[in-house]
């Protein structure tokens, strides 16, 4: 990982690590309130490559009211270099979940679950448009992703191996 006056201007926007780690975050407490273990770690590594791109975010935007694996199903384009995507995006994911960390919003439980710290972070979704839209998509992969309740069922469902 370069440092932040290395990276640049482009990547130091999208994958500031405060912001990324507000759209996880958003995951993690959505995922909460209808799992309250917690999000397995291996989860945590599908968000972003999900929400930070344009044309997959749009999808579950627009689909927001049907399911994840209903979803994924009707656009195969997800699938499309996704595990490069997860890969590309692997250092900013683990940057972000240090911020969370660092700032007392996120909790790792003995079992390796991510999970809502006591500092968190407002309830309320604000921002620019784009961003607003980033982070209700990302509460929605929690929700979805918990419902589902099976990482190998999410990650086959990608096309990825889990």
Not at 83 to 96: G, I, K, Q, S, W
Request: with cysteine; glycine share 8%; aromatic share 10%.
């Amino acid at each position: 990982m370069k440092s932040w006056q290395e990276r640049p201007i482009e990547i130091r926007n999208l994958f500031n690590p405060a912001f990324c780690g507000l759209v996880l975050y958003r995951t993690i407490a959505s995922f909460q309130e209808v799992e309250n273990a917690g999000v397995p770690f291996s989860l945590s590594l599908l968000v972003l490559p999900l929400c930070l791109q344009r044309q997959s975010r749009e999808m579950f935007r627009k689909g927001s009211r049907s399911y994840f694996l209903k979803i994924v199903a009707e656009h195969p384009e997800l699938q499309v270099d996704f595990a490069r995507r997860c890969n590309d995006v692997f250092p900013f994911t683990l940057e972000a979940l240090g911020v969370l960390m660092h700032v007392g919003a996120l909790v790792i439980s003995p079992e390796g679950r991510l999970g809502t710290g006591p500092a968190g972070v407002r309830k309320s979704i604000s921002g620019t448009p784009e961003t607003i839209e980033t982070q209700r998509v990302a509460a929605y992969l929690g929700k979805e992703f918990a419902r589902i309740g099976d990482r190998a069922t999410i990650y086959t469902t990608l096309g990825i191996r889990p």
